[in-house]
T-cell receptor
């Protein structure tokens, strides 16, 4: 069975700083997807970034980038030039590479961006 | 806006009661997933439907059931409610491209 672990329950950083959220996972699959979801106070689940395991290049989306280490089963999220609107709960998530499969979520990291 | 709608947004009910949560997927999406987000269990997969058929089950209690109708909307039925069923229930949909789009959720409070 797959598991996703986020070891940082809560983090705080100053606005404009760079912050890295950690995530490790366990799977015997070779092909899979990894995600970071953001859940702001509105509770909406928003996809931040997605990584396909067979792609070696790390995914980037504007100020968001990942450090994907397949052998180490590590998938960290870096937020550059952090903004107040980045304050949210962040979930690391895993999905097998198959059409239609459930997403397995980590417990989340609560990120506070301080003014 | 993900294109997935859920009703109602909030639901307050008493223990022992039964409620129905409704989800309308994005246009064209055949798969519907239900997830439960609670304080102690985090976000957990409950059940998946694909084009009207149950495809996968997760940690769904026997008191809970779901179905997907011919128009592809889905309903999650929760019965004999307990205090511990209080949670945020998400519906997500996909058309098989390995990305799920989440609705805004239904917050259930059991008193």
């Amino acid at each position: 069975a797959q598991t996703v672990t986020q070891s940082q329950p809560e983090m705080s950083v100053q606005e404009a700083e760079t912050v890295t959220l950690s995530c490790t996972y366990d799977t015997s699959e070779n092909n899979y997807y990894l995600f970071w979801y953001k859940q702001p106070p509105s509770r909406q689940m928003i996809l931040v970034i997605r990584q396909e395991a067979y792609k070696q290049q790390n995914a980037t989306e504007n100020r968001f980038s990942v450090n994907f280490q397949k052998a180490a089963k590590s998938f960290s999220l870096k937020i550059s030039d952090s903004q107040l609107g980045d304050t949210a709960m962040y979930f690391c998530a895993f999905m097998k590479h198959a059409s239609d499969d459930k997403i397995i979520f980590g417990k989340g990291t609560r990120l506070h961006i301080l003014p | 806006d993900s294109g997935v709608t859920q009703t109602p947004k909030h639901l307050i009910t008493a223990t022992g009661q039964r409620v129905t949560l409704r989800c309308s997927p994005r246009s064209g999406d055949l798969s519907v997933y239900w997830y439960q987000q609670s304080l102690d269990q985090g976000l957990q997969f409950l059940i998946q439907y694909y084009n009207g058929e149950e495809r996968a089950k997760g940690n769904i209690l026997e008191r809970f059931s779901a179905q997907q109708f011919p128009d592809l909307h889905s309903e999650l039925n929760l019965s004999s409610l307990e205090l511990g069923d209080s949670a945020l229930y998400f519906c997500a949909s996909s058309v098989g491209e390995n990305e799920q789009f989440f609705g805004p959720g239904t917050r259930l409070t059991v008193l």
